[in-house]
């Protein structure tokens, strides 16, 4: 009997994490989710994979706290186990994010450390603790954004640490080349979500700065985002390693 794909993503009850799930389980892949407070939401997703015949579980994760990273772990090691009879999975996709829209000049250090300690610090520290738990030939997915290439007033430390993060998933790739784990980005462009404080969903002249500026015309949806993830966690995508697929529709271009 064939055994599924797992995939687990950090912040996946809502928005792109969500959409993300939702496409994974499109493609019979089996879905773990993590969430920091919204636990109804999370349940609804779980539940909508689960009524479409995949497996799916959600679990409470704040991804900034990294003295929880070992619990966490041990929690997913014992429903992996219970569920599978194996405690390995296939994908990670670092996802879980804030967003800050600040001047440079006003950013003050604790606005940078936030910024930091989910973007980058989680990340790395989160992705170290998952490797042994990913099987070979798996990949991780590190989810970055446009503003890493493009600057926009207002979300230097943001778009910093996702610079950052950019370099630290080719680093990956290389290191892991060896278990045949890739490794890749997705940057997506803006998208209407109420990531920020819903800035691209609500803010009717930003819209219209980003449609202006981007060469489809309009901003992202989060279901333009969720199925290039699931792409990369198919065998379609198995020479794709260690790069950054920029999911924008050519804004800034």
């Not at 803006?190 to 969903?201: H, L, P, R």
């Not at 009717?204 to 949806?221: D, Y």
Request: a neutral charge; hydrophobic letters at 40%.
């Amino acid at each position: 009997m064939k055994k599924n794909k797992i995939a687990l993503i950090t912040g996946g009850s809502r928005g792109l994490g969500k959409n993300m799930a939702l496409r994974l389980a499109e493609k019979e892949i089996d879905v773990i989710i993590t969430y920091n407070s919204n636990s109804h939401a999370a349940e609804e997703v779980v539940e909508h994979i689960n009524g479409q015949g995949q497996k799916a579980k959600a679990f409470q994760l704040d991804t900034t706290n990294i003295a929880a990273f070992n619990a966490f772990f041990n929690e997913l090691s014992d429903y992996l186990s219970a569920t599978y009879k194996d405690a390995h999975f296939d994908y990670l996709i670092n996802n879980a994010g804030t967003g800050i829209y600040k001047p440079f000049l006003d950013t003050t250090e604790t606005d940078f450390d936030e910024m930091m300690n989910i973007h980058i610090k989680g990340v790395y520290f989160l992705t170290q603790k998952a490797v042994p738990f990913l099987n070979d030939g798996g990949g991780i997915i590190n989810i970055s954004s446009g503003l890493a290439r493009f600057s926009l007033p207002g979300s230097s430390a943001y778009g910093s640490m996702k610079g950052a993060v950019e370099t630290f998933t080719k680093y990956l790739a290389k290191e892991l080349g060896s278990r045949k784990i890739r490794a890749n980005v997705v940057a997506p462009g803006a998208v209407a979500t109420d990531f920020g404080g819903g800035e691209n969903k609500d803010n009717n002249k930003k819209r219209t700065l980003i449609s202006n500026n981007t060469a489809l015309g309009r901003v992202g949806e989060p279901d333009d985002i969720g199925g290039i993830v699931a792409f990369l966690c198919t065998d379609d995508a198995k020479w794709i390693n260690g790069q950054r697929i920029e999911v924008s529709g050519g804004m800034m271009l």
